[in-house]
């Protein structure tokens, strides 16, 4: 059978509470080739239960809560996306006491979007720079796998400034070497 796994948390993942996989109406995922991958899930909820409202109350799904959403059919499992919700909203229902609540977020990179930063790297290949703003990241569980650029450039010849995010940085240093970054979400949330 088709199983889907659901991992939340701050800072370290955990299956997902009996309450939030109960009431999960549906889950959509939007890859992109330019920007962002995306989610929404929608949860029911029922006023009146012993739950009333208490999907909202916990935090559990407040942003920046960290999301994991893995499919796994048989024994073969493909990672969907690892994110951050970035908003939640309650939506009325058409009958009395029902509502839904959507949940959004955005994949892993959108924690390199969101500090605009003036840096200065000296002496150091395009390559080496975007190993060392990952770093940065560790602990979000980004590994990087880069491909190493040759050119070296001394301070007479060039020093490359960062004007803006880490992510339009490390972007621009992919497009003048002629590559691409992206994030791909892994079976091991991280």
Known sequence: GVRLQLRIGSTVLRPASQEIVDSITSIQITNNDRERDGFQMTLGLEKGSSEEYSLIKSGALHPPTRVHITVIMGAVSWPLIDGVITRYQMVPGDQT?????????????LKLDLIEKNEVYRNISDSNIIDEILDRYATWGIEPEIQATSEVPNEIQRVTTQEGTDLAFIRQ???RNRFIFYVEPKDDPG
Request: aromatic residues 0%; proline residues 0%.
């Open 97 to 109: 006491g029902r509502s839904t609540l959507q949940v959004t977020g955005e994949d892993i990179s």
């Open 173 to 175: 240093l992919a497009s």
